[in-house]
């Protein structure tokens, strides 16, 4: 089993009704006059979870029998897999059980509580959650879904590629976070598909970059997670990884990451120039174009604005923690 074009348009057509199946691509005026080259956003902060999350999770429980659907679902997630799982179940009246380590945020765990699912909270890391969430999948006959590591949530990422290649048939570079690679690896396998000569970058965090460092090693290495303000980036992915990391190797051109400032110039710019509320994970694309780099990255640029679940009160500090004019 593996990603085809085929099964990301079945994965379309499955999560339609659950998850909008048309986010919308925006041109940023900021970043185009900025860059002197057309920069657009796909803007998965209007999915209702406020993040991408729910194509995949929404593409994975769609695809289960109706004997695991009764049994339930349940997942470890530093929040925008967990909270995907929580309302997809609960749209379609299914147990989930969502494991959560100490590090994730506040606002998170009352997101994914209102949901009304069952929440498991504890240990000192990603890791350790994931190992309960398996734990508990097995004592309890429940079906684990990987918040990236799973054929059916990676065809459901997948079509975001699908969106932007319609949308904007004269991309010729996307720029992808990556934490897991469940949405990097679907949307550069799709992306190059329809068009060979589309280049896929993903970015994420110097703090913990997983992806990254594996990519580097040519092998799924452990990386030590450290605090970032991309938290939904955090995380391993995973030492006997099966899917994500072949299809990013295979098909994005490169993974660069950022530090904690430019992330948060990202966050800044989105707001004063485009009006955005992003989260850490959802603006490292931005803040990618707001760096050097970015004379390198290509003439007609989509930025997969992947994310807004972000704490008000970081989001208010960062808004306001620092002069708008560095981002200029
Ligand atoms: C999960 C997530 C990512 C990274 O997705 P992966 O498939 O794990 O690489 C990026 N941004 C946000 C907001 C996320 O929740």
């Known amino acids: 089993m593996s990603l085809t074009l085929r099964r990301a348009r079945e994965a379309a057509t499955r999560i339609a009704g659950i998850a909008t199946t048309l986010t919308p691509l925006k041109e940023s005026q900021s970043l185009s006059q900025r860059l002197g080259r057309p920069v657009s956003l796909k803007l998965e902060t209007t999915q209702a979870t406020g993040a991408f999350k729910l194509r995949g999770a929404a593409s994975a429980i769609m695809a289960l029998s109706p004997d695991e659907r009764r049994n339930g679902v349940v997942t470890a997630s530093s929040g925008n897999h967990g909270r995907a799982v929580a309302y997809v179940a609960r749209q379609l009246g299914i147990p989930a059980v969502i494991c959560l380590s100490d590090l994730v945020v506040q606002a998170k765990i009352d997101n994914i509580a209102a949901f009304g699912a069952e929440l498991s909270i504890g240990g000192k890391d990603q890791d350790v959650a994931m190992e309960r969430a398996h734990d508990i ?40 976070p990556v934490s897991g690679g469940g949405l990097l690896g679907g949307v550069a396998y799709v992306a190059k598909k329809m068009n060979p000569g589309v280049r896929v970058i993903g970015v994420s965090m110097e703090r913990g970059a997983a992806m990254y460092h594996s990519l580097q090693a040519g092998t799924p290495v452990i990386v030590e997670e450290l605090p970032t303000i991309a938290d939904a980036l955090q995380g391993g992915i995973g030492l006997d990884n099966r899917y994500s990391f072949d299809l990013c190797a295979a098909h994005a051109d490169a993974v660069v990451t950022i530090d904690e400032d430019q992330i948060r110039s990202g966050i800044r710019h989105g707001f004063y120039h485009e009006r955005l509320v992003l989260e850490g994970s959802g603006a490292c694309g931005i803040g990618l174009l707001l760096s050097d780099r970015a004379k390198d990255l290509g003439d007609n640029i989509v930025v997969i604005c992947t994310g807004d679940n972000i704490d008000p009160d970081l989001f208010l500090d960062i808004i306001a923690g620092q002069p708008a004019a560095k981002t200029h």
């Open 137 to 176: 999948a097995e004592k309890r006959a429940m079906t684990f879904i990987s918040p990236f590591d799973n054929l059916g949530v990676i065809s459901g990422q997948a079509t975001v590629g699908l969106e932007i290649m319609e949308q904007n048939p004269d991309v010729d570079t996307i720029i992808v």
